[in-house]
């Protein structure tokens, strides 16, 4: 049987508990995933793409079927590129729901053969986001709970 590969998109800026889990639940389900971050020019983030790949390897050092990589474009033009047949997702509530959806739903009229999964998010993280960490870090709270250890600002 040939391996399951699923791309897990997104900014992670900064990448939060909330990511991690979702990475590692997938993991279950899959046999590889590549940790996909997305370079969009027009977004502003608070930190380098370097910074964030660099965190992200580091918390994924000893996973040996989890790949860090960067891309630019759609993203079933990368997952064409690395041959993997699932976007990955996760889903906090219905706000992420209704966003989710419409995505999945242009991503399978540009490509059918690439289906998106979506996982739940675990209840004791569906109130993070990389956003409100960003708050914490620009206006000096403590923001240490929710991100893993290897986030160092
Ligand atoms: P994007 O900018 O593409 O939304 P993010 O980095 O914010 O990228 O999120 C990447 C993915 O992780 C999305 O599917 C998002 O719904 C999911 N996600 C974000 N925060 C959490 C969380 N706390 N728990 C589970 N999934 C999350």
């Known amino acids: 049987m040939p391996s399951t590969i699923a791309v ?20 279950t389900l899959f046999d590889r995933i590549i940790i996909a971050l997305g370079v969009n020019t027009s977004k502003k983030n608070l930190f380098s793409p370097e ?15 989890v790949e860090v990589a960067q891309y630019e474009g759609l993203t079933v033009n990368f997952c064409r590129e690395r041959n993997a047949h699932f976007i990955l997702r996760g889903l906090r509530n219905g706000i992420d729901f209704d966003y989710e959806s419409h995505i999945a739903q242009v991503n399978r009229k540009l490509d059918p053969g690439i289906e998106t999964v979506f996982m739940n998010c675990a209840a004791e993280y569906s109130y993070i986001s990389s956003t409100i960490v960003r708050d914490l870090i620009i ?15």
């Open 139 to 153: 206006y000096k709270g403590d923001y240490s709970s929710l991100v893993p250890s290897e986030v160092k600002p």
């Open 8 to 27: 897990f998109p997104g900014t992670f800026d900064p990448v939060t508990l909330g990511h991690v889990d979702i990475v590692r639940r997938g993991l």
């Open 51 to 65: 910074q964030r790949m660099d965190w992200m390897r580091n918390i994924f050092e000893k996973e040996s079927r």
